[in-house]
């Protein structure tokens, strides 16, 4: 891990916060030895600190407060962060832009987190939607989707972008050298799906990515691509969906290893067997998903993230910071935006 980077976590944001985002972050700092910044409600996080047990000179020099008056609530519109200034994302993203924290971490109001990280920290140039990539279990390997949620609906050269960005977010975080590039239809052939995803399919043609063309659902779990492309309102149902599928799965596994004195024998046998199967389709695993193109790091998790599933994000976050992730994909869609050029000059003429 990245000795020195510190990460700021949002105390407030999510489901069941104050508590797991403050017992995630006294994880990654006990277990892992990370340095975060805990952003909110400075009473409430010395409240909860107490209650796990943490007097303060376990994690000193490792963890400190960062103090934040207000909350962007679930049921708020996504644009109330520009509002609330002292909001606890978006004092998570000035400590970015400031150079205090290397990346963020949050499982609140995810456009809010959108609007944050574009604002305040900004976007890297040419991109103009950062998207969140989640990272999906496949034969063989891992498959990267995105975008699964921060934009609902995306046009031409946003997918254009996602896919870019994604390239390079499999070749740096999942260590694929050479990333195949899929465009999420609803069938294989050139001509299926929107009028949209059909200029999308001529673009991505023309990117130099290694674009293998339209892809279906099934495809994300097959091994048969590396990245799939989306807006974020099919990559997010998909993403719920397959979590609720694993969760299905791995519950009736359960049953049925319980039902009767020979099947829980059987299910003593096959506990690490099992236990890789969960590691493997359990999406807290992998903590939150990054939002590509921001100009430092970005993690956004589910609202209802668990405590292991921020102190997962916390790791993500500093692997993302180790490799300097963010700072590749700016310079390589620099690269890339001056070959676009050369293809198409003038982009203006390219579809939107």
Known sequence: MADGVTIAVDAMGGDFAPKAAIEGALMAVLDDGARVILVGDDEVIAHERRRLGD??????????VEPASE?????????????????SVRVCARLVREGRARAMVTAGHTGAAMIAAKTVIGTAPGVDRPALAAIFPSVGGKTVV???GANLDAKVRHLRQFAVMGHFYAQEMVGNPEPRIGLLSV???????????????QVLKKTGLNFVGNVEGHDIFSGTVDVVVCDGFVGNAVLKGSEALARYVAGVLREELEGTVRSRLASLAAAPALRRFRDRVDFSEYGAAPLLGVRGG???GHGSSSATAIRNAVRRALE?????VDAKIEERVAD??????????????EPS
């Not at 909350?71 to 909001?87: F, H, I, L, T």
């Not at 993302?320 to 300097?324: E, G, N, T, V, Y």
């Open 55 to 64: 007097s303060g000179w376990l994690t000193e020099g490792r963890l400190v």
């Open 146 to 148: 995105l975008d699964v």
């Open 320 to 324: 993302f910071s180790d490799l300097d």
């Open 187 to 201: 069938g294989e052939e050139e001509g299926k799906g929107t009028d949209r995803l059909r200029k999308v399919y």
């Open 71 to 87: 909350v962007v609530a679930m049921d708020e519109p996504a644009v109330a962060v520009r509002s609330k200034r002292q909001a």
């Open 336 to 349: 890339l935006h001056l070959q676009e050029a050369r293809i198409f000059g003038d982009t203006a003429g």
């Open 298 to 300: 970005c993690f956004v």
